[in-house]
């Protein structure tokens, strides 16, 4: 079992994973009980590091400042759990792999990206193929998230997550592939993404230079 996370940081961190969450969707994302979300949030309102924004995406997001405390605690957490070096291997390994699972998620967009056809999910043979693509990456990367999990148990969830995804997609559910409001594959994997470079403290837009 890895290190376990401070319920401070689960809820800082949840919120920029998230990007607006309300506070039950964010006891179900960090594993923190809801009446100790609703306090964190409280907390965290009254710190300045975390508002309330009204609209059709309704819910808690993090400020400026609760972005920037929230990855003070992380550079904190890397260190404490003795976790950097484990969780830069395992950066490196996602990376490896991040550009063939992008690859497999136009090809289940689009047929011909050349000619912008789009995939009606008519030729089951060619859909057969992609999922065949994305089983064979989930094989690659089901053995990183067991290690990030290894030493931060806040990873945990992604292979499971991940796992389910593909479970579904070969179920026939096509949603699960890169759907935006299911827990689809490309949204799990995309998360997964954000929580590397989040714990390692690189901005997404610096990353290649990184």
């Known amino acids: 079992m890895g290190y376990r996370s401070d319920p401070r940081l689960l809820v800082l961190h949840g919120l920029r994973l998230a990007g607006v969450s309300e506070a039950e969707s964010l006891a179900e994302r960090t594993g923190v ?10 907390q965290a309102e009254a710190s300045g590091w975390a508002r309330w924004r009204d609209g059709r995406m309704a819910g808690w997001s993090l400020t400026p400042a609760g972005r920037a405390e929230g990855g003070r605690r992380l550079a904190a957490e890397l260190d404490q759990a003795g976790a950097r070096d484990s969780v830069g291997d395992a950066y490196r390994r996602f990376a490896a792999v991040n550009h063939d699972l992008l690859a497999v998620c ?4 689009v047929v011909d990206e050349g000619a912008n056809r789009l995939n009606d999910h008519s030729d ?22 067991a290690d990030l999990a290894l030493v931060l148990d806040r990873f945990g969830g992604y292979g499971p997550r ?9 179920a026939g559910e ?5 759907g935006p409001t299911v827990d689809s ?7 997964l993404h954000e929580d ?10 610096k990353e290649a230079s990184a």
């Open 33 to 42: 009980p809801a009446a100790g979300v609703e306090s964190q949030i409280a």
């Open 162 to 170: 991940l796992a389910t995804a593909l479970a579904r997609v070969e």
């Open 196 to 205: 590397l470079l989040a714990t390692l403290g690189v901005e997404r837009s």
């Open 106 to 109: 136009t090809a289940w967009q």
């Open 124 to 145: 089951a043979a060619y859909d057969e193929a992609v999922i065949r693509r994305l089983a064979a990456i989930d094989g690659l990367i089901q053995p990183v998230c």
């Open 185 to 191: 594959y490309h949204t799990v994997w995309f998360e």
């Open 174 to 178: 096509h949603e699960w592939f890169t």
